[in-house]
């Protein structure tokens, strides 16, 4: 079984809270990570104990042995309340793990229930690090400290975890066949258990177009009147939607960073598919030859580059935020990250070459502030390649 970077961090969360949330979407491996860490396992799947928990939610909390594993816990958002009562009368450290397929700390009811008595903890689709055995190593880390050390990888390999992404199942795929038919029956299980039961939803046919519709704009400026023309729904239709992929970690909305004083800046966020494999499945990519032929393939391998430093980012040493950055006169960066008043500006190229004029907006925006920025592109070549001091080119097998 493959070695969790978020373990050591959801072990010291569970020292120092009596309830530690972990989630993340379906099937990404949180129920495994709680079997490891908690003898004791409820699961709230199972129609018998979701009954039990809604029917008596403070005799259920209290009937549990503890430590416990609190499986699917939006599923009976009732125990919430029970578990903040249960806690303010015998507060025990690492009493309760829970785990979640939607983000039930962001739903309304739920919100300010359990504020000073829960730590969250998110887990991603597996890493390339989590790939290769080597879940201790973090890349955010590595580029803050210019640790540019690589494994060559072979390009075939990197094409191919772009197509499978990283839910841990999906790993065990080996046919064409069998990806489209397990991402086929993820999709449909996804919006049948989760969409449906958060949001009530009663038109599955338009939430299902709006997904076909909204996979091609991954790495795209968010635009929700093109996004409603075109699956024909309202606007605040589409926010829904949006917001029901936001909270069960299927889509990530990247903010604009707009520091730099006299520049006029787009202020939309960039949209994210969470998991390249979800992504392909939806543009009918399931080979390296569909994918080097595909209109898709840049955005296909940015959205891998945002998804790994996202991934990273959850357990990086210094807290860490994710930006892109574009001017109104079409100056853009695909990623700034930020440490404090350092910065690390990040440009992905799908070529296996690498030039000046590709540092070009980095430069840029290295003159323009006075924040310390270090200039990374991301390239399909094999070197590390230093353009000056304060730039360098840098191959995806460093993901690695």
């Not at 303010?88 to 229930?113: E, V």
Request: glycine share 4%; charged share 25%.
């Amino acid at each position: 079984m493959l070695k969790r970077s978020l373990e050591p961090i959801l072990k010291t969360a569970l020292k120092i809270s009596p309830i530690v949330l972990l989630k993340g979407a379906r099937q990404v491996g949180k129920s495994t990570l709680a079997l490891n860490l908690c003898e004791n396992y409820t699961v709230l799947d199972d129609v018998s104990t979701r009954v039990s928990a809604k029917a008596d939610p403070n005799l259920f909390i209290q009937n549990l042995k503890k430590p416990v594993c609190i499986d699917e816990i939006q599923k009976a958002p009732e125990l919430l309340e029970s578990l903040k009562l249960y806690i303010d009368t015998s507060r025990h450290n690492g009493d309760f793990l829970i785990t979640g397929s939607a983000n039930i700390l962001d739903m309304k009811q739920t919100k300010d229930t359990l504020a000073g008595r829960i730590i969250e903890v998110d887990l991603f689709p597996l890493s390339a690090k989590e790939r290769e055995g080597k879940p201790e190593e973090n890349i955010i880390d590595k580029l803050f400290a210019q640790a540019f050390d690589v494994t060559p990888k072979p390009h075939k390999e990197i094409m191919d975890d772009v197509i499978t992404g990283g839910y841990p199942e999906s790993l065990k795929l080996e046919t064409p066949l069998e990806k489209k038919l397990w991402f086929a029956s993820y999709v449909s299980t996804y919006i049948e258990r989760d969409a449906r039961d958060l949001a009530e939803l009663r038109d599955i046919d338009s939430f299902f177009r709006f997904l076909h519709v909204l996979a091609p704009r991954s790495t795209t400026m968010l635009n929700k009147s093109d996004l409603a023309k075109e699956v024909g729904v309202r606007v605040e239709t589409i926010e829904n939607y949006l917001s029901i992929l936001e909270q069960t970690f299927q889509i990530k909305l990247v903010r604009p960073y707009f520091e730099n004083i006299g520049k006029q800046f787009v202020k939309s966020p960039k949209l994210y598919l969470n998991d390249t494999g979800i992504a392909s499945y939806f543009l009918g990519i399931n080979s390296q030859e569909s994918l080097e032929a595909s209109h898709y393939k840049g955005a296909l391998i940015e959205t891998f580059v945002c998804n790994e430093l996202l991934k990273h980012i959850s357990f990086a040493s210094q807290p860490t935020n994710l930006f892109h950055y574009r001017t109104n006169d079409k100056r853009e960066i695909d990623f700034i990250i930020k440490q404090n008043s350092r910065i690390i500006a990040i440009e992905v190229k799908s070529s296996s070459k690498v030039d000046t004029s590709d540092f070009k907006h980095i430069i840029d925006f290295q003159k323009s502030g006075s924040l310390d920025v270090f200039g990374v592109v991301f390239y399909m070549g094999e070197n590390v390649l230093w353009m000056n001091e304060r730039c360098v080119a840098l191959p995806f097998s460093f993901f690695y």
